[in-house]
């Protein structure tokens, strides 16, 4: 890849900055950051909270993360008691969280919602509509119809696994790898700086210290390199690293307390997508037409993981 990013990384520090949206009752905080494709909505909720969708569009998930959060969703005319720990797709239409004790809930939202896009803090660095990124691809319906789908997630880790964990689910419009929380510092010998060529990547992290090293590709002009990023932010936080920019996460600090990564691709990732059994809900939903003759967008230093099947 020698083409250049059309723009640098947002970087998303939530406690260090204003909440974009605060309920009228004042128990839901929420930080609204955007791709060119994708809301995160990450939200500090108080018991009683209520996040409520009148009609979505597409669907959206809802990830609790493992800190006690636990919340009532409905939609669809159901209804699941998520628990921490706990990823939920919520199907287009009308949907609403309850949360049941003080905690965190990340929602993540495709472009179709346009109100909470145009809410995002960064919403200005995407004014010109991102013409880099591949279009937001709908991927065909579920087998089963669109509905409310629950993945409690501690099934899916081995706490004596792996360092690294990948747990990766998709639907209609997104994919996330919700891996595993770290209790070990990452190596830094065997690190995987990489880089996308036509969609984006946010990171979101919840716990821990980390740095998402960065690096833009040099054009003609010198006036418009952009140095390395090697700044490191505090969490909770989520960074949207740019197509074309290379890049690699690592966490920092003493072995033992506890970090988190998630990482969201919208469309879904067809790489990942079409490996086969790496996407943990990949019989719910048809891979698209022509998903075999796939060009590889991705580049750089991979690991086996990350690598396509
Ligand atoms: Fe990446």
């Known amino acids: 890849m020698t083409e250049l990013s059309m723009r640098k990384a947002t970087k998303a520090a939530f406690h260090e900055m204003e909440p974009q949206v605060v309920s009228p009752d004042g128990k839901a905080k929420t930080w609204i950051t955007r791709g060119g494709n994708f809301a995160i909505c990450y939200t500090e909720v108080e ?3 209520v996040l409520e969708r009148t009609n979505n569009p597409e669907e959206y998930m809802v990830i609790l993360p493992p800190d006690g959060t636990a919340a009532t969703i409905e939609a669809g005319g159901e209804s699941v008691e998520a628990g921490e720990d706990s990823l939920t797709i919520v199907p287009p239409g009308p949907s609403r969280i309850t949360a049941k004790v003080k905690g965190t809930i990340a929602c ?19 004014a ?17 119809g669109f509905k409310l789908r629950h993945y409690p997630l501690a099934q899916y880790a081995d706490p004596n696994g792996e360092r690294i964990q ?14 595993a929380h770290y209790r070990t510092r990452r190596d830094t010998t065997a690190l995987s700086p990489h880089w996308h060529d036509d969609f984006e990547q946010a ?11 960065l690096r833009y590709n040099w054009g003609a002009d010198l006036a418009n390199w952009w140095p390395d990023d090697h700044g490191e932010m505090s969490t909770p936080s989520v960074i949207i690293i740019p197509a074309r920019a290379v890049h690699t996460s690592r966490d920092l600090g003493e072995d033992g307390p506890e970090s988190s990564l998630y990482d969201i691709f919208c469309p879904p990732r067809l790489d ?10 990949e019989n719910e939903y048809p891979l698209p037409e022509g998903a ?5 967008k991705t580049g750089g230093t991979l690991l086996n993981w990350q690598k396509p099947g």
Request: hydrophobic letters at 40%; aromatic letters at 10%.
């Open 292 to 296: 075999t003759d796939r060009e590889v």
């Open 128 to 144: 010109d509509g991102a013409p880099e990124l591949a279009p937001p691809d709908l991927w065909p319906a579920p087998h089963d």
């Open 203 to 213: 990171s979101l992290t919840l716990n821990g210290t980390w740095i998402h090293h």
């Open 108 to 126: 993540i939202y495709s472009k179709a919602s346009s109100d909470i896009m145009a809410l995002a803090s960064n919403a200005a660095s995407y």
């Open 47 to 49: 018991p009683g909270a």
């Open 272 to 281: 990942f997508a079409s490996k086969k059994g790496f996407v943990i809900n």
């Open 166 to 179: 990948p747990r990766v689910f998709r639907s209609t419009n997104m994919l996330v790898n919700i891996f």
